[in-house]
């Protein structure tokens, strides 16, 4: 590593940061020179967003400080960074959608008060021609609304072109680019490196790292941990950056043999939410790691086995059974049960009362004829307040009065409580501290000796690897990779990015 | 805070008005009148059930007036034909029903916003009772007046069906595993989806039975007069939304239950009355009743604000 702060543009040092508990960044070292592009790279969870969030001013670091061209900065807002020349695209573009793309551009571009005359003419002027150097193919006179998701991030590129940043940052580009699109990108990026920006560069894709960026910076746990020119680093010594902790989980214990085939997936597609073509199977007692990046497709095809989005060509099977799924509630009466990624959302419904909250899918069962009875419900409730120890008041008491852990507890029960033969998990211990982190995982564990099938999907890597039997690797929309549940952490790193190991 | 502070709260305001009335006016606790009051109000009640459902299950329905309006003017032409109020009450419904499931279908279906759909079939609805009916009124046989019993008999019938509406509707809300997903599906249309129920259907339903009540309304109506006009009902929309808003039902859906509403709409009902008692000029009325409104609609901003800084 060389230090040559002389000329760097922006100098980043000791940056932590916290959410509550959550210590997002304990620590990053980070410069950027002019005329660079300076790759980040880092597992989901790394600490990339909050430290782009710190540099664009939309949050403010608890410790640490920034440097901008030898001036330290005090507090930055998303103003001050952006009159300071910094600017960043966005991986879902931040546009206006009802509005035209020259519209857009000048909202973005245009300084003045409020009731300053719109010059129209220029306005629609410096449009074509910041359009016109990112290679955008259609008018600005369209409204953004109708332009895909590349033709918006192209307008996003323009607008940072426009306001002729000092410092551009990019947040994952080409995520959802062409080959074609992403070619055009890399000669902006270039074009903008020749003229002395410094391009922060965020991707996945390490072979694009190796031909766009100069520098490479790791982020693992909110911490940096090595920051090497490309030339002097290859992909099999990032990828081990990348993950390079001690899985300091508990290892899972021998797994009891797995009994027959519960759950069989063949040739699973569904166009409208990019599932393609997924096989696998998963036996009766054993737990199936889904690994992969956000956006790999994971969600989706938890999504489309529930009979939210429903499959479009594939066979499903519940022990060896055909069934179809179209519904939710297909899926309840197959044996199947979802406990969703967004818990404070649709997971458990904060205003009922959690022994609602757990009846909420057996209501059929429970209540026959459809009356309501307190004896039943409250026996349910009794019953895994106890089993999976969640600490509430009482099972009157709204789910808004539980913790995170707690609340994730409430979503399992509901599932539980319909006796599913085939349990999947997504993302069971996203914002939950490590207490409670510990405790699901016993119950999970616990779940699968008792013979259920589990389908556990996480982007915490040490936790697929703690918990799973086998585990399956996605990559856009699809299954790439399945490896054995003791495979190592680099090699799961590089199916999930797409490197031959 | 209490779960039902607001129900109580609005219980509580209605008693002290009547607690003042008895004070000022005792007047207004005349027997007959009051009956005479309470006897109007009482399809109103029957149609606040049905929006208390809606507002519950996070829609709106701003035709009920139109609703009502064309089930009044249907059922009072099949009377006027001589059908027996034995087949005319459900008529009535089937008519409300079938008009509530084109709502129903629209919204649950298309998944377009309540607001915009009901605004165009009570638009709809209107003006095609007035090209239908050129305004001309419906004169009804007397055997319909008070259900042919005597006033008095007929007023408490009319009374005590829609408490046994409101009643029943009451106890369903908490007892039927149905009520429990109307209040799901208006708290977390994605929440109930997730958990199996068919959040669309639970949707559809809420406006057939809206509809429904709207049917029953309008005929509990037409025998309180001789005649109906087909500007009857223009306004009611206005009414009942105002009652169970005031009465509690959150607006943003997944709160209330029909115990508010029915006080809020006495609260409202007895505003004119007590105006009248205590010689003040009528055109306060309306001013009031929108203080009300405007009161209860703070209370719950300041509530919300309250327990969500409470949760952060």
């Known amino acids: 590593m060389r230090d040559e702060t002389s000329t760097a543009l922006l100098v980043l040092q000791g940056i932590k940061k916290n959410y509550g508990a959550v210590r997002a960044l304990q620590g990053v070292d980070f410069d950027l020179r002019a005329g660079e592009v300076h790759a980040l790279l880092g597992e989901n969870g790394a600490g990339k967003s909050t430290l782009i969030n710190i540099i664009t001013g939309a949050r403010s670091p608890d410790a640490g400080t920034l440097t901008l061209a030898g001036r330290p900065l005090g507090a930055l807002s998303p103003a001050l960074a952006r009159s300071l020349g910094i600017a960043c695209v966005h991986q879902q573009p931040a546009l206006f959608a009802e509005l035209t793309v020259a519209e857009n551009i000048g909202l973005r571009l245009e300084a003045g008060g409020a009731w300053r005359r719109v010059d129209w003419r220029r306005r629609a002027a410096q449009a074509a021609e910041l359009l016109q150097r990112v290679g955008a193919e259609f008018s600005a006179d369209r409204t953004v609304r109708e332009l895909s998701m590349p033709e918006q991030q192209l307008v996003e590129i323009a607008c940072v072109l426009g306001a002729g940043s000092r410092i551009v940052i990019m947040d994952e580009p080409t995520a959802s680019l062409t080959r074609r699109e992403q070619e055009k990108l890399y000669e902006i990026v270039r074009s903008l490196r020749a003229v002395g920006t410094g391009v922060v560069y965020i991707s996945h894709r390490l072979e694009e790292i190796r031909v766009l960026a100069d520098r490479v910076t790791v982020l693992r746990d909110g911490v940096s941990v090595g920051t090497s020119a490309v030339g002097e680093v290859t992909e099999p010594e990032l990828i081990k950056l990348m993950v390079g902790r001690e899985v300091s989980l508990t290892q899972r214990a021998a797994g009891a043999t797995p009994g027959a085939v519960r759950l069989a997936v063949k040739n699973l597609s569904c166009i409208a939410g990019g599932v393609r073509d997924v096989t696998f199977e998963i036996r009766a007692g054993e737990i199936f790691g889904l690994a992969g990046l956000v956006g790999a497709g994971r969600t989706e095809l938890a999504r489309t086995l529930f009979g939210l989005t429903p499959a479009d060509a594939g066979r499903l099977q519940v022990d060896g059974r055909d069934i179809a799924i179209r519904s939710p509630g297909e899926a309840i009466a197959a044996g199947l049960a979802y406990v969703p990624e967004d818990r404070r959302r649709h997971g458990v419904i904060l205003e009922m009362p959690i022994a609602q909250n757990m009846t909420l899918a057996v209501h059929s069962r429970l209540f026959p004829g459809g009356w309501l009875r307190a004896g039943p419900e409250l026996s349910v409730a009794a019953k895994f307040i106890g089993d999976l120890s969640i600490k509430v008041a009482g099972p009157d008491a709204p789910g808004a009065s539980l913790s995170g852990g707690n609340q994730q507890k409430v979503a399992l029960a509901r599932w539980l409580a319909t006796k599913p033969r085939v349990l999947i998990l997504d993302e069971p211990t996203q914002g939950v501290d490590v207490g409670a982190k510990g405790e699901i995982h016993r119950i999970i564990r616990r779940l699968a000796a008792d013979g259920l099938a589990v389908l556990l999907i996480s982007s915490d890597l040490p936790e697929v690897l703690a918990l799973s039997d086998r585990l399956g690797v996605m990559r856009g929309g699809t299954l790439t990779a399945s490896l054995p549940g003791d495979s190592d952490p680099h090699t799961v790193m590089a199916a999930a990015l797409g490197q031959p190991s | ?312």
Not at chain 2, 129 to 150: C, E, H, I, K, M
């Open chain 2, 1 to 312: 805070m209490n779960r039902y502070f607001r129900e109580i709260s609005v219980t509580i305001a209605l008693g002290l008005i009547l607690l003042a009335m008895a004070v000022l006016a005792p007047g207004f606790f005349q027997p007959q009148p009051l009956l005479s009051l309470v006897t109007r109000e009482a399809p109103t009640l029957v149609v606040a059930c049905g929006m208390a459902l809606i507002i519950i299950s996070r829609q709106i329905d701003i035709s009920v007036g139109s609703q009502f309006s064309v089930c009044s003017i249907c059922a009072g032409l099949l009377a006027a034909r001589g059908w027996p109020l034995g087949l005319v009450v459900p008529a009535a419904a089937a008519i409300g029903a079938l008009l509530g499931a084109c709502n129903g279908m629209l919204v649950a279906g298309l998944r377009l916003p309540s607001i915009v759909v009901t605004l165009a079939t009570m638009v709809i609805l209107r003006q095609g009772l007035n090209l239908v009916q050129q305004g001309a009124f419906v004169n009804l046989p007397d055997s319909v007046q008070w259900f042919g019993l005597s006033q008095a008999a007929g007023q408490w019938t009319l009374v005590g069906l829609a408490l046994a509406l409101l009643l029943v509707f009451g106890l369903a809300m908490r007892r039927v595993a149905a009520g429990r997903w109307v209040y799901a599906v208006g708290t977390d249309a994605e929440a109930a989806r997730l958990a199996g129920i068919r959040a669309q259907l639970v949707t559809f339903m809420v406006f057939v039975l809206m509809g429904t009540l709207a049917g029953i309304a309008a005929t509990m109506n037409i025998v309180q007069s001789p005649q109906v006009q087909p500007a009857v009902g223009s306004g009611l929309e206005l009414k009942v939304i105002a009652a169970v808003v005031v009465g509690g039902v959150a607006i943003s859906g997944g709160r209330g239950n029909v115990w508010g509403a029915f006080a809020g709409l006495l609260l409202l009902a007895c505003v004119s009355p007590a105006l009248t008692h205590l010689h003040i000029e009528a055109y306060w009325e309306k001013t009031i009743q929108g203080a009300i409104i405007l009161l209860a609609v703070v209370a719950e901003g300041l509530r919300q604000r309250k327990s969500k800084g409470g949760r952060e």
